[in-house]
């Protein structure tokens, strides 16, 4: 086991949160019909972190409208896996509460590796149905929420995930956030102001009330690299 993983409890995954943002804090437009302001560094940076871990999470939203795939890519990144003791190819989880993931979504097309789906009690019958369908597994965590201190232990238990990659959107995060079950956030911070009152932040959702109960992040590390900031945050052990 790595010194990162000695972080968190054994019965959880270390849980690394990347996201690529503006100046201004937003990951898209407030239509959220643009989002491609990250460079091609930013994602190779995406890849090389893929390959340190055993799943890769998303929201549905993600999964829906970007035809997201969520794999490995290239064969060096697979290799990069073999030789770190990983499987080649990482599980592959999407969380939705309401169980609003299209069955026809792309990375249901694509059968390199398992896919596993996180939902609560409001998913209705006709959708776990169409889920479990297409999926090779669907995990109802909770009733009116998902419980992700539950379906992240559940993960590590069921599917030995010790190092889970989220990748958005927002409001995943954000409840990522409040759980206190995010170790480490890299942050890919480009050149360009979008505004908007609606435009989707790294961690929406309800938010923290109080400045006092907010999750804590040390920087680690800042890299310039063309025209994009490169940020590595580590939790604050106390927190």
């Known amino acids: 086991m790595s010194s990162e993983s000695k972080v968190r409890n054994s019965t959880l995954p270390f ?13 898209a437009t407030a239509n959220r019909n643009w989002s491609s302001f990250g460079s091609d560094r930013d994602r190779e940076h995406m890849l090389e972190l893929r390959a340190t871990a ?3 999470m998303c929201g549905a939203r993600t999964v829906n409208a970007e035809r997201a ?6 064969a060096k990144y697979r290799q990069r896996r073999l030789r ?5 190819y990482n599980l592959r989880i999407i969380v939705s509460g309401s169980g609003a993931v299209d069955p026809r979504a792309e990375i249901f097309r694509h059968r390199f590796s398992p896919i596993i789906v996180l939902t609560s009690g409001r998913a209705s ?3 776990l149905r169409g889920l479990r369908a297409v999926a090779d597994e669907v995990e109802v965590c909770g009733t009116d929420e998902i419980n992700f201190p539950a379906a992240l232990r559940w993960l590590r238990a069921k599917w030995k995930v010790r190092r889970l990659l989220c990748e958005g959107g927002g409001e995943l995060n954000g409840a990522l956030f409040r ?6 956030l890299h942050l890919t ?3 360009v102001i979008l505004g908007g009152d609606g435009a989707p932040t790294i961690a929406d959702g309800r938010g923290f009330r109080r400045l006092a109960g907010a999750a804590l992040f040390k920087l680690q ?16 052990p106390w927190r």
Request: proline share 2%; charged share 20%.
């Open 179 to 184: 759980a206190g079950l995010v170790d480490e």
């Open 54 to 56: 055993d799943a890769v």
């Open 84 to 88: 770190g003791g990983l499987a080649e």
């Open 125 to 127: 019958a006709a959708r």
């Open 221 to 236: 590390s800042f890299k310039l690299i063309g025209y994009e900031g490169f940020a590595v945050l580590r939790r604050m």
């Open 15 to 27: 849980v690394l949160v990347n996201m690529a943002m503006t100046a201004d804090g937003k990951i």
């Open 189 to 191: 911070i480009g050149g």
């Open 69 to 74: 795939v969520l794999g490995p890519g290239a």
